[in-house]
């Protein structure tokens, strides 16, 4: 967990003093590098870092972009509704990946990310994400938020293979 919270207060004063702005609605790719760290059984990431590798990526999109003016400092916080991963081939200690965050589209409560995973040009894994900004235990309106972070389409509607996804979530929770 250590590495976690050092790993955000880097992307927070890279983002801040060194890293150029960006439109939230651009697509953010980064370099990583599979450590010793992030194995299980010495030799492929685990499944929980690929989650940790999606967390990083959000948040410098938020520090990057107008986002965090329009939420943080106001006391509106993003929240994970769901999010779903797809593994196709692991990624082996030591080796190069990029991920790509992709802004999805939203509604008014949610907003919906894809990211990314390859390696040497080949899909190794591709996490979704669901996620709505709160203020007081209450989901905010989208849309105005995202327009007054510089998001100049007024929708732009999920696909319909995102949203269906995510359509079951809250009956599976139910039962």
């Not at 060194?18 to 299980?40: A, E, G, M, P």
């Not at 894809?114 to 669901?130: D, H, L, M, P, S």
Request: with cysteine; charged share 25%; glycine share 4%.
């Amino acid at each position: 967990m250590i590495y976690y919270w050092l790993h955000l207060i880097y992307i927070y004063i890279g983002s801040k003093f060194f890293w150029k702005k960006i439109d939230l609605d651009s697509d953010l790719t980064r370099i990583r590098r599979v450590s010793i760290l992030d194995c299980d059984s010495l030799r492929y990431m685990a499944n929980s870092k690929y989650f940790y590798y999606m967390d990083f990526i959000r948040f410098e999109i938020l520090f990057r972009s107008k986002l965090y003016e329009n939420t943080f400092k106001k006391g509106i916080f993003p929240v994970l509704g769901s999010q779903k991963i797809i593994y196709k081939k692991p990624l082996k200690r030591w080796t190069k990946f990029s991920i790509t965050l992709i802004l999805d589209g939203w509604d008014e409560k949610w907003g919906y990310h894809r990211q990314v995973f390859k390696q040497n040009n080949e899909i190794c894994a591709i996490g979704y994400t669901k996620f709505a900004l709160w203020k007081n235990r209450k989901a905010l309106y989208l849309p105005k938020i995202l327009a007054d972070s510089g998001i100049k389409k007024t929708e732009m509607n999920p696909s319909s293979e995102m949203l269906n996804m995510f359509k079951n979530d809250y009956e599976m929770i139910k039962n």
